[in-house]
């Protein structure tokens, strides 16, 4: 995933319980630390997120907004030729509308109380905005100098204390028309699926097995085909645990199980969550 890494841990991220229902005027702060290794290369990335519950046609639905710092580093060689990686900086931003379609309505947080959710199901559009570090002379980049969008729709089913999730993604690709000097890095969508197993406990921490699959995105520069198509498999699981009403922490961590065209990478990550508002 050389050159690319950054973008690509964006777009392969697995995310636990993203079709759910909460409290109308809710909203979440968190902020933490990740780190993804691909090799012999190292992405450390500090983040910072907003989220807010808004009411969308009777649904509940969010905003949500994420700030990313990262630092690149490691040697390795691509075509023969040695690449060595350090950079440090901005990473793109990501804007994230989702809104639920059916089974989780927009409620007050005394509503809520009485809440039970069947089946969920919701669709989302994911966005980066390209403001990250970017040189063009380096192969390794914090930035993409591109954008993503990702829409997404998928399905919560609740069974007692479980909930089982399945979803369906696709992410289109802007070109870098600044590659390496001037060139034109295009590629073609990836399509994926993920899926999970959630298990809820009494004080509403809850962990998860996840899974997902991704295929497609083909590279070109100037319009020659390069890596080849990417299949991937990845699997993780992700911890919760409220330490007060308002007060949470959470634990992720995935693994890179199957890679056709070396992108897989191994990630662990720990954050921090503050909520308000709503009535709380």
């Known amino acids: 995933m050389l050159g690319f890494f950054c973008q690509q841990s964006q777009a392969q991220e697995i ?18 630390i990740a780190q993804a290794r691909s090799g012999s290369y190292t992405l450390v990335t ?31 060689s691509a075509n023969n030729q040695n690449m060595n990686a350090s950079a ?15 089974g989780a309505p927009a409620l007050s947080l005394e509503e809520f109380r009485h809440y039970q959710q069947d089946l969920i199901i919701g669709t989302s559009l994911a966005a980066s905005i390209p403001w990250g570090k970017y040189n063009s002379e380096q192969m390794l980049n914090v930035g993409a100098n591109r954008s993503l969008f990702q829409p997404a729709i998928g399905a919560s089913q609740a069974i007692g204390p479980w909930r089982l999730e399945l979803a369906g993604m696709a992410t289109i690709y802007t070109s870098n028309t600044n590659f ?37 995105g083909q590279k070109y520069v100037n319009g020659t085909a390069i890596n080849g198509s990417q299949e991937n498999w ?29 992108t897989s990478y191994d990630a662990l990550g720990v954050s921090w969550q503050y909520r308000w508002g709503g009535g709380l």
């Not at 440090?88 to 059916?102: A, F, M, R, W």
């Open 15 to 32: 995310e636990a319980r993203a079709y759910s229902n909460a409290p109308i005027g809710i909203n979440f702060i968190s902020g933490g």
């Open 46 to 76: 500090e983040a910072a997120s907003l989220t807010r519950i808004i009411d969308v046609f009777g649904q509940s639905g969010r905003i949500s907004l994420l700030l990313p710092y990262a630092q690149l580093s490691g040697s390795g």
């Open 88 to 102: 440090e900086g901005l990473s793109d931003p990501v804007v994230k509308i989702s809104t639920n379609l059916y």
């Open 180 to 216: 390496l000097g001037g060139n034109t890095l295009s590629q073609n969508p990836i399509y994926s699926t993920e899926g999970h197993f959630i298990y809820y406990f009494p004080n509403t921490a809850y962990i998860s097995a996840d899974a997902t699959y991704f295929m497609g």
């Open 234 to 262: 990845r699997f993780g699981s992700t911890l919760s645990y409220p330490i007060n009403k308002q007060n949470s922490i959470r634990l992720t961590g995935s693994k890179g199980v199957y890679s056709s065209s070396n």
